[in-house]
Structure formats: structure tokens, C-alpha cells
């Protein structure tokens, strides 16, 4: 089993709809979760972070944090063309200190 | 979050040949890493750079091939040695900032 699971994706969406992305983890004891979007040849930018179990919400995106499921999600309403990229989903394990734990991403489509 | 550039943001190089990625960020910062972007794929850890301390290798990753330099709290250097096509890929390095960490723009190599 992967420490960081994403699914697999691509996932499209027409404008408007709300995008749901998916992440589990293994290391129960995780405190730390992040999302980071990433367009196409940039650089990873943190888009949220999450510590508390339930939502989180800033501006169009909510993240959702169930440590007893060790499930994170981030929802994206009302999604624009801009939101078009890779989301990464990223863990600090338990047992790794500060290092951060990658999903393999998912490709997002917003299609007008 | 902080200001975080990278030289070069691109280099093509020979194989046998080593080039240094230099890593700056506009604030003080203990902790600092260098990732892997491979095409396609997600960010894999190379290695942690505290200030003061020799850096800390994950695994399948070694100082030989990898040197890091963190002569202060604003700075680091990561080397590829010994280039070989392989190596071709995206470099970040990040900087954790509370319980965050932050990305430069990356160094796209490329290996012939």
C-alpha cells in the first residue's frame, strides 16, 4: 500500500460543477495534510492546509479532513478554466519528521 | 509565505558533467529540502538541509551524487554529479515556514 493515494484521475468537470479530489494515507497517526496545485510547468503552490478533523473552507475550496477514515478531500465549487492542474496531496507521516509525503497528483479539467 | 528563487530555472548539460542549483529564500528558515520531479511523476524527497548540520539523504538518494551545501539560513545548494540522462528532471527546493512548506520555481535539467 502507497503512504499517499490519490485517485488516479484525469478528472473533468464542466465549468461551474464542483470538483471532488480524493486522498488516503496509512500512517494513522498523521497530523499534517496539505494540497498543492500545480499547473503545468510550474512549480507546486500550497493552495490549503489542514490539521483538525471536519472542513476547512477558503474561498471556493473546502478541505476535508476524516483522520478516523485516514481520508482527506478537497472540493473545488463553482470550478474555472483556471483551475485546470495537477492537485497534490501531501502528508507529513508520523515518523518522518517534517518531510512531506506525495500523492501522485491528479490532473483536473475544468472544460468551458 | 516567503520569496523563494532558483538558478539556473534551466540548464541542458552533458552527461558526465555536474552542475550546482542554487536555492535562495528572502527570510530566515531552519529547514530546507531538495525534490525530484521527474516527467510525468510526482515530487520525490531528496534530501533535508538544516544550517549547521550535514544533510540528511533519503533513501536511494547519497552525498557522492547529491552534495548539499546550507551555509546560512537563507541559502543552499544542491549539486547533480556525474550527470547521466537519468537525471533529467525538474529540482525543487522548498522552505518550511510553521508548519508549511513552500516551493521555488524549480530548475529544469536536461542530460544529452
Known amino acids: 500500500q502507497k503512504e499517499v493515494e490519490q485517485n488516479s484521475g484525469p478528472l473533468s468537470v464542466p465549468e461551474g460543477a464542483i470538483a471532488s479530489l480524493n486522498c488516503t494515507y496509512s500512517?494513522?497517526?498523521?497530523?499534517?495534510f496539505f494540497w498543492y496545485r500545480q499547473y503545468s510547468g510550474k512549480s507546486p503552490e500550497l493552495i490549503m492546509s489542514i490539521y483538525s478533523n471536519g472542513d476547512k473552507e477558503d474561498g471556493r475550496f473546502t478541505a476535508q479532513l476524516n483522520k478516523a477514515s485516514q481520508y482527506v478531500s478537497l472540493l473545488i465549487r463553482d470550478s474555472q478554466p483556471s483551475d485546470s492542474a495537477t492537485y497534490l496531496c501531501a502528508v507529513i507521516l508520523e515518523t518522518s519528521g517534517s518531510r512531506l509525503t506525495f500523492g501522485e497528483g491528479t490532473q483536473l479539467t475544468v472544460n468551458p | 509565505s516567503a520569496v523563494i528563487s532558483q538558478k539556473p530555472s534551466r540548464d541542458i548539460c552533458q552527461r558526465g558533467t555536474s552542475l550546482t542549483i542554487q536555492c535562495q529564500v528572502d527570510?530566515?528558515?531552519?529547514?530546507m529540502f531538495w525534490y525530484r520531479q521527474q516527467p510525468g511523476q510526482s515530487l520525490t524527497l531528496i534530501a533535508t538541509a538544516n544550517q549547521g548540520s550535514e544533510a540528511t539523504y533519503e533513501s536511494g538518494f547519497v552525498i557522492d551524487k547529491f552534495p548539499i551545501s546550507r551555509p546560512n539560513l537563507t541559502f543552499s545548494t544542491l549539486t547533480v554529479s556525474n550527470m547521466s540522462p537519468e537525471d533529467s528532471s525538474i529540482y525543487l527546493c522548498?522552505?518550511?515556514?510553521?508548519?508549511?512548506?513552500?516551493f521555488g520555481p524549480g530548475t529544469r535539467l536536461t542530460v544529452t
Open positions: 500512517d494513522r497517526v498523521s497530523q499534517s
Open positions: 522548498s522552505v518550511e515556514l510553521g508548519a508549511e512548506q513552500y
Open positions: 527570510s530566515q528558515v531552519t529547514m
